[in-house]
Structures are given as C-alpha cells and as structure tokens.
C-alpha cells in the first residue's frame, strides 16, 4: 500500500491565485483530514470528512473548500492565496472507530509558499 | 475535546536522562489518548497511546501516563538517545468532530 500520498511537495503562489492540493489514500478509511503547520507551531485542523460526500469544517476553514466525492481522494481548494496561507500542509486518514483505530496516517505534506 | 495544553514547549536533556511532557485536556468524555513524534522535515507519526480504562501504559522506553481525575497525560521517555531528539504532539480526539486536536508541540532536544 502507498499509504497516504500529496501532490505537489512544494508550491509556490502569488497572491490571489487559486490551486488544489491532493489527497489520495489506499486504505480505504472512512475518515480524513486536512491540517495545516505553520514554522514552529503546532497542527491545526482545516477540514475533515466522515465518508464520501460528507466535510466539516476544523479549527481554521476560512480560505479553503474540500470535497470528497470518493472515499479514496480528499482534495483541499485554496480559493484565493494568501501570504496568511504559507505553511506544511498535512492529509492525514484513519479508520472509523474508537481507540487505536482512530490512529492518524499521515501523508508526506505539502510546503506552500504564498508570496 | 477542543482544548488540549501541552508543556513544555521546548525541553533539552542530557543523553541519558529522562524527559516527561505533560497535557491537560478539557473534555470528560474523551477516552483515547495518543501520541505523536514528527521528526524534523517528517510527517507526525503515532508513537504510543492509552486508553481511558488503564492508567499506564510502556513500551520499551517510552510511557504514557493518565490521571483521569486531573484530566491530564503523559509521556515518559527514559534514557533518552539523540534520536529522541524530535517534536512531540499529545492529541485528544475530539469527540464532536471525529478528528483528532493536537496540542501545540514540545520540541526535545538530547544533547550528546
């Protein structure tokens, strides 16, 4: 299994312009996330989804739109770039349940740049 | 599940020694509790976790303490190694959003 996958590795942006960063997962988990790291911090929750067809919003939507029309692809919109939005994009997915099976997998991440 | 505080925020230990960082979380009806080591450039990874039933739990040189009655873990890391050196993420699952909430980070460092 490839796990969790990301593209692109890094990106760099200029204000005002839009792109998707991909999720993509083989593990058939129900749920899957979007976190965002800035330099020194911690990992702050954007967006998740349940199941196909279902997204909520995290700690800091404002910016971004999801989707999730497979269980297998989870992609995360930014609308419209800002210098606020640089920072280490994490896809993380993890099964439906309770305890360990809530564990977190996450992808390789994203560095974006918005200048 | 939507307050998790972690300290320290940094922690620097002689090669050998032990480390214990702390989190306190805020929701009674949390009953899993993991933690994270992300390496420096790497994606956070889980490393050991407990459930709210047992109030310890250790793997090799690492342990996770719980104290349900101050809603607050642990981990413990003894004769640490300099690949210990890394930052680590307590997490509460937040019950209402099926996701996880992370503290905000302790970075070690294990001087040789």
């Known amino acids: 299994n490839a796990g969790v996958t990301q593209t692109p590795k890094f990106q760099v942006l200029k204000t005002g312009q839009s792109m998707t960063l991909q999720c993509a997962q083989d593990?058939?988990?129900?749920?899957m996330s979007w976190y965002r790291q800035d330099p020194g911090m911690g990992l702050r929750l954007i967006h998740y989804?349940?199941?196909?067809?279902?997204?909520d919003q995290g700690e800091v939507p404002n910016g971004y739109n999801v989707s999730r029309s497979t269980t297998e692809d989870f992609p995360l919109r930014l609308l419209s770039a800002a210098p606020s939005q640089t920072s280490v994009y994490f896809c993380?997915?993890?099964?439906?349940?309770?305890?360990?099976?809530?564990?977190?997998?996450f992808g390789p991440g994203t560095r974006l740049t918005v200048t | 599940g939507e307050n998790v505080e972690q300290h320290p925020s940094t922690l620097s230990v002689q090669e050998g020694d032990s480390a214990v960082i702390k989190c306190t979380y805020s929701?009674?009806?949390?009953?899993?509790f993991p933690w994270y080591k992300q390496e420096l450039g790497k994606r956070p990874q889980l490393i050991i976790d407990?459930?709210?039933?047992?109030g310890e739990k250790k793997d090799q040189r690492i342990a996770v303490t719980l104290n349900k009655t101050a809603k607050h873990f642990s981990l413990h890391i003894t004769e640490t190694q300099p690949e210990d050196s890394a930052v680590y993420f307590c997490?509460?699952?937040?019950?209402?959003?099926?996701?996880?909430?992370f503290g905000s980070g302790t970075r070690l460092q294990v001087q040789p």
């Open positions: 997490a509460d699952p937040d019950t209402g959003r099926r996701a996880l909430t």
């Open positions: 993380a997915s993890s099964r439906r349940g309770t305890g360990r099976q809530k564990e977190q997998y």
């Open positions: 989804s349940v199941g196909a067809g279902i997204t």
């Open positions: 407990i459930r709210s039933n047992v």
């Open positions: 593990m058939n988990h129900e749920y």
């Open positions: 929701d009674s009806a949390s009953n899993y």
